[in-house]
């Protein structure tokens, strides 16, 4: 089975960058949808980033600019670099693969996820 690896996050002034890495434990990136989530304390999931298994992405509006996902196949490796970070990044992150439907409204039921990296953003 697939097992996904969250690292990277960390605390982080506003204006600075983090780069969050996503380990796999097989090879999938190239025929399946990976993404990146998260979620704050009292809020829903949210969907940050998806990237498909021909490198085409979609970003929340909130995120877009600032934020990119790429992914290494031969790494079994997924990223999400994040730059100009605000207060309002402040969330617990996810990475999942073989999502369903391949948007950040995937079914919560569906793929693989990762256990999360917390990532605080100062004012």
């Known amino acids: 089975q697939v097992q996904l690896v969250e690292s990277g996050g960390g605390s982080v002034p506003a204006g600075g960058s983090l780069r969050l890495s996503c380990a796999a434990s097989?090879?999938?990136?190239?025929?399946?949808?990976m993404g990146w989530f998260r979620q704050a304390p009292g809020k829903e999931r949210e969907g940050v980033a998806i990237?498909?298994?021909?490198?085409?992405?979609n970003y929340a509006d909130s995120v877009k600019g600032r934020f990119t996902i790429s992914k290494a196949d031969a790494r079994n490796t997924l990223y999400l670099q994040m730059n100009s970070l605000q207060s309002e990044d402040t969330a617990t992150y996810y990475c999942?693969?073989?999502?369903?439907?391949?948007?950040?409204?995937?079914?919560?039921?569906?793929?693989?996820w990762g256990q999360g990296t917390q990532v605080t953003v100062s004012s």
């Open positions: 999942a693969t073989n999502l369903s439907p391949c948007t950040r409204n995937a079914r919560r039921e569906s793929g693989y």
């Open positions: 097989v090879y999938t990136y190239s025929i399946n949808c």
């Open positions: 990237i498909d298994r021909w490198g085409g992405t």
